[in-house]
């Protein structure tokens, strides 16, 4: 009976060459799925700097369209018209260039989209299945 156990846990070396396709497939795989992951993390920053653009387009449409006129109305009757409606225009570009600024600095966080955690893996795992060098502990 130790013979038996003895042979199980020795594998010949043609059984351990076998086993190199699947490893590499699982590897593949792994790699790929931690692909997946990190450009999902990356596209939902930009999906927010995005949101943030849109959001402010359509404030400035809407406060332009509404407020302007309301604000221009209750200035005139203290300044002259033209007066009021150049200090409500400004205070709304205020509000529209920090509602851009904030948008436009989401979108830069979620650049580059390049997958640089899953290039650094893919090059370490070159690298062990070469020979080269020996894979990093996580």
Do not use: H, N
């Amino acid at each position: 009976m130790s013979e038996t156990s003895t042979s199980s846990k020795k594998r010949s070396l043609f059984s351990l060459i076998g086993d190199i396709p699947g490893l590499l497939t699982d590897l593949l795989r792994q790699e790929i799925d931690q692909l997946r992951r990190e450009l999902t993390g990356k596209l939902k920053l930009a999906g927010v700097g995005i949101g943030l653009l849109a959001g402010a387009g359509a404030f400035a449409f809407s406060a332009i369209a509404v407020l302007t006129a309301a604000a221009v109305l209750g200035l005139s009757t203290v300044l002259p018209g033209w007066a009021a409606a150049l200090i409500v225009g400004g205070a709304l570009l205020v509000i529209t260039a920090i509602l851009i600024a904030a948008g436009v600095a989401s979108i830069r966080k979620s650049t580059p989209l390049t997958p640089t955690q899953t290039i650094t893996s893919v090059k370490e795992d070159v690298t062990v299945i070469t020979g080269t060098g020996k894979r990093a502990k996580p």
